[in-house]
């Protein structure tokens, strides 16, 4: 059984970096390993690196913790049995975050190509330790290095929140930078005060840079006599400010840059209306105008002015509605010493049934990449521009919203190896793996620091002992139930209307009973349940009621929506299939109940998306059913679909009592605990004892 917990518990859970007493004390270290004991000397070269001395205070933290062997540090090399240094020639270690660990019987020797290179060695030290449970490390040689900088993440404490211990979990995956969402120095895109500078500071020690989306009015034109001094206030400020920012990412959403190609219209979006009639015409953000270059070659003269090696990231998000053509074209014209920050998997159309779907957000459901992200590769490396990948690898994408990881190794393995093979072909370097979602930790980010660094075994067996160590003799079942969980989320449906639905907050969205006229305008916020008060975006980031969407890369929603069923409900049977393997272990431990738990609430959700589709459907029926008769049916079957649905908000209640993580997420805050759960049951009840009874004596009115 699974303490129930509250609120925000999986936070102090996250607040421990290493686990206590992992160790195996009957095991014995074989003849060629070199053991930790207590006592044990190490000796620190260059004692004043600030990322050095974190992450050799780190390892000793590390081993009295988990391994329950006292250490100790000292200066002097002759009394050491282990060495930490900076060296050179390192073979594959030879690199950016390279290092080289030599291990004899009695010896250990770290070399790094750079300070974080010796972080990362300890960090797999902590591994392979992890994995043998025991302080025993084999014998020989290992060189490895980054694949790939930089790796972008967010807190997964929240949004904007970075205690030390935030950094330490990012570091000890391999991540080496945050994205921070600014308004101005001192105030993130909420308009809530944040120390900038500090952040950057304490990230510093942990080999953590910070990047900034700057989300103001780029409202200047660079045609005009004043924008070159705008853009050297505008970042100038920052800079000063908070001068060891390591970059900016221009993302158009977010700057509403002031283009005048006659293609698109005005900004902010909300702009292209005229009395309340669309114009047409989209936003800047949404298009890869043509005076961008002009534009983005300006905003880096201002940055560089103040940090000659900062880096400008220009991001193509949003832009796969444009022709290729038009998306090559910019990339062509670029100004030199830029990156390009390419979305993975968005805008890829494939066949579903009878019907074309387009991948809409993030999602696992198609490992990639998208002909939207290899059109602008090949562009990218014709240029020789730095190529970036909007990945989302961080074990989480949009298919559900607030799970703490999707739970499919097989199939992020399969991507990983697509992005290894990327940077092969392409030179992709760098990745935003996570955007205001965060992440957390789990073994599918571990899986992926191994692919992300250079190869020392095949991910597979990284896998197979990752889940020896977390489920014992158990792991083969797990195994196999993950096998389906990933086979199965080859099944779901990335559509705007789920993954903005549905699937985004699980078996808390609510099914109204509005016909064809939508929601009563005296239902505040569209009928969704008020946001948490510090929440960043709250409710305000997914639709109220099912929105049926046509963008025009994909079939028509009253034609799909039958073949998204069908893939649903072959989804949600994968699941349950898998969750019938890990329920028939007759001796689980807390990692496996935990995983039942997740793998409930995932099937959960998908049934909510399900009973929210057929709800629609039926609701468009009943819209036009011609007699009194055929209208009778249809309440009665409305009617059944919103009791099935309670029954199935009250089967995620205890799920999520005992998991503080399912139902959070960091922009919206919780959705989805009990609380916003029994919110759903209440909309319901007005449901059947309101909505649906007032339909029924309508319909039984006489002329």
């Known amino acids: 059984m699974l303490t129930p917990q509250s609120n925000y518990d999986f936070k102090k859970e996250l607040l421990c970096i290493h686990k206590r007493n992992i160790v ?94 010796v972080a990362q060695a300890l960090y797999y030290l902590e591994d392979l330790m992890n994995i043998r449970k025991a302080p025993f490390i084999k014998c020989g040689q290992v060189e490895r290095k980054a694949l790939f900088s930089p790796r972008i993440t967010q807190s997964p404490f929240g ?29 993130d895109n909420r308009g809530c005060y944040i120390d900038v500078r500090l952040i950057t500071e304490r990230a510093e020690k942990y080999g953590i840079d910070v990047y900034v989306q700057l989300y103001a009015p780029h409202s200047k034109h660079p045609e005009e006599a004043d924008a070159q001094v705008f853009y050297d206030k505008l970042y100038g400020e920052l800079f000063t400010i908070c001068p060891k920012i390591k970059g900016i990412t221009l993302v158009g959403e977010a700057n509403q840059f002031a283009s005048r190609d006659s293609a698109v219209g005005k900004t902010p979006f909300v702009a292209n209306f005229e009395e309340n009639i669309p114009t047409g015409k989209t936003s800047p953000g949404w298009w890869p105008c043509k005076d961008y270059p002009e534009w983005v070659a300006m905003v880096a003269r201002a940055i560089r002015k103040k940090r000659a090696d900062a880096e400008v990231i220009f991001c193509t998000y949003n832009w796969g509605f444009a022709p290729e053509k038009e998306r090559v074209r910019l990339i062509e014209n670029l100004p030199e010493n830029i990156s390009l920050l390419a979305t993975w998997d968005m ?35 014709k240029r020789g521009i730095k190529l970036m990948a909007n990945s989302q690898t961080a074990g989480k994408t949009w298919d559900f919203g607030v799970i703490p990881y999707e739970p499919m190794p097989q199939q992020w393995i399969k991507r990983y190896k697509r992005m290894q093979q990327a940077h092969e072909e392409w030179g992709l370097a760098g990745l935003l793996e996570t955007i205001h979602y965060g992440f957390h930790p789990s073994i599918i980010c571990e899986i992926e620091k191994q692919a992300f660094f250079t190869e020392i075994e095949p991910l597979e067996l990284t896998f197979e002992k990752l889940l020896r160590r977390d489920y014992g003799e158990n792991a083969p079942i797990v195994e196999k139930a993950m096998a389906l969980f990933s086979e199965g989320i080859t099944h779901y449906v990335p559509t705007n209307e789920d993954m903005y639905g549905g699937f985004r907050i ?61 893939s649903v409900q072959t989804l949600e049977r994968f699941i349950q299939d898998g969750i019938r393997l890990l329920e028939s272990v007759e001796t689980p431990n807390e990692n496996l109940l935990k995983l039942v738990n997740l793998a409930k609430f995932m099937r959960n959700s998908c049934r909510t998306v ?94």
């Open 347 to 381: 805008f890829h159309q494939y066949k579903l049934g009878n019907s074309v779907e387009n991948v809409w957000d993030y999602t696992l459901s198609y490992i990639g990449p998208g002909e939207y992200f290899t059109s602008e590769a090949i562009a990218a490396k």
């Open 610 to 703: 399900l009973n929210v589709k057929k709800h629609y459907t039926l609701k468009q029926k009943l819209s036009i059913a011609g007699d009194k008769e055929t209208a009778e049916a249809l309440i009665n079957s409305i009617e059944q679909i919103v009791l099935v649905e309670r029954e199935n908000v009250l089967d995620s209640i205890p799920l999520v009592q005992t998991d503080s993580r399912l139902g959070w997420e960091p922009s919206m805050e919780y959705t989805t605990d009990e609380k916003g759960l029994r919110w759903k049951l209440r909309q319901l009840d007005y449901e059947l004892t309101v909505k649906i009874p007032t339909y029924r004596k309508a319909n039984a009115l006489k002329a």
């Open 24 to 117: 195996n004390k009957t095991l014995l270290p074989e003849q060629d390993e070199f053991t930790f004991t207590n006592g044990i000397k190490i000796f620190v070269e260059d004692f004043e690196n600030p990322v050095i001395i974190t992450a050799v205070r780190d390892f000793e933290d590390y081993l009295f913790t988990s391994m329950d062997v006292s250490v100790c540090i000292v200066k002097d090399p002759t009394e050491a049995s282990v060495s930490i240094a900076l060296g050179q020639d390192l073979g594959e270690g030879e690199g950016y975050m390279g290092y080289r660990i030599t291990t004899g019987k009695s010896s250990l020797k770290i070399e790094g190509h750079d300070e974080r290179g």
């Open 506 to 566: 699980g078996p808390s969205y609510p099914l109204w009973s509005g016909v064809m006229e939508g929601l009563p305008a005296t239902i505040p916020e569209q009928g969704r349940m008020p946001s948490r008060p510090h929440a960043m975006f709250g409710n305000g980031i997914y639709f109220g009621v099912y929105s049926p969407d046509l963008d025009g890369k994909n079939s028509l929603p009253g034609v799909r929506i039958f073949d998204e069923i069908e």
């Open 159 to 187: 949004m904007y929140e970075y205690p030390d211990e935030a950094f330490a979990i990012m570091a000890h995956y391999g991540f080496d930078a945050i994205d921070l969402w600014l308004k101005d120095a001192y105030t």
